[in-house]
């Protein structure tokens, strides 16, 4: 009973290198997201997916993209790292469906990726 | 300015504190309200959540909304040692349920 999957756990890039944040979770989720987490910031969205084959884009897009591989897997991708992406990265899922409807939303994230961008 | 306001401490109380965390926001439309837990490098778990206005209460843990005062509380009695950590308030609106986070508490129990 894993939860959510994020890998890797670390990774310190150069300005300019690309690299990709992959998340799993195992428990049948519909909708999964990447989030951001900075000092004095919380936790900002960068990115969603309200149900396989579907992104939108959150609070903080801009030199990220995404890809909803199936129903498990979301990843988070970084083309031209540049140091203010230096950040904690948490991906989280949640059963309903993050574009609307009833009931609390209520997400279960993974342990986190620390990127470190020199 | 930010949806949601949280004061981030730390808040240092002696065990056994009665503890009170809160968070205001200015979006009315906010109709869902929730206090994750985050321990230092791990990620953030549900604590609880409330609609609308009330309160609710699990165990030594009690939320609390005012949306009139765009106003919600979490308070810990009895605090323990293990109850130190960051308290994130999230929030979503009605039609569109991605979460809008606080910034987070830091709050230190001390033995």
């Known amino acids: 009973n894993a939860g959510v999957t994020q890998t890797p756990k670390f990774q310190v890039l150069k300005t300019g290198q690309s690299m990709t944040l992959q998340c799993a979770q195992d428990m049948n989720h519909n909708s999964m997201y990447w989030y951001r987490q900075d000092p004095g910031m919380g936790l900002r969205l960068i990115y969603y997916s309200a149900s396989e084959g579907t992104t939108d884009k959150g609070e903080v897009p801009n030199g990220y993209n995404v890809s909803r591989l199936n129903k498990r897997e979301f990843s988070l991708r970084l083309e031209s790292a540049a140091p203010s992406q230096t950040s904690v990265y948490f991906c989280a899922s949640s059963e309903n469906s993050a574009g609307g409807g009833t009931g609390a939303n209520v997400l279960t994230f993974g342990a986190g990726s620390r990127l470190t961008v020199l | 300015q930010k949806e949601v306001e949280q004061d981030p401490g730390p808040l240092s109380v002696p065990e056994g504190a009665i503890v009170s965390l809160n968070c205001t926001y200015s979006?009315?439309?906010?109709?869902?309200f929730m206090w994750y837990r985050q321990y230092s490098r791990k990620g953030p778990e549900l604590l609880m959540y409330t609609y609308s206005s009330g309160n609710k209460e699990d165990g030594r843990f009690t939320a609390q909304v005012d949306k009139s005062s765009k106003y919600i509380s979490l308070f810990i009695r009895d605090s323990q040692p293990s109850d130190s950590a960051t308290y994130l308030c999230?929030?979503?609106?009605?039609?569109?349920?991605?979460?809008?986070f606080g910034s987070g508490t830091r709050l230190q129990v001390q033995p």
């Open positions: 979006n009315s439309a906010f109709q869902y």
């Open positions: 999230a929030m979503s609106r009605t039609g569109r349920r991605a979460l809008t």
